[in-house]
């Protein structure tokens, strides 16, 4: 099972690296699924904080399968960084 999991309020245009954001998990869920035999992969994206003029997001890929890998990406004006960091 693939389940996805949402902001409930729309959060419009952002800045950021968008292609990498979408090359990371794309691969994380790809890998999920890949070793995820029985039980659910969940991609999810939260606001963690936010002012007038950025937002920070957390986005994390979760799976039943032996590896676990969750990816974090900032969006902002500022510095974009990409961590990821297993568990």
């Known amino acids: 099972t693939l ?13 950021g690296d968008g292609l990498r954001l979408e090359q990371v998990l ?18 999810s994206v939260k606001v963690c904080d936010s002012d007038d003029s ?3 997001l957390r986005f994390e890929v979760r799976d039943t399968g032996p590896r676990r890998i969750k990816a974090r990406y900032r969006f902002g004006t500022g ?6 960091e297993c568990v």
């Open 79 to 84: 510095s974009h960084r990409l961590t990821m």
């Open 54 to 56: 950025n937002v920070r």
């Open 26 to 43: 794309f691969n994380l869920t790809g890998n999920a699924i890949k070793f995820t035999e029985r039980g659910e992969v969940a991609v």
């Open 3 to 15: 389940r996805t999991e949402a902001p409930a309020t729309p959060l419009g245009p952002l800045l």
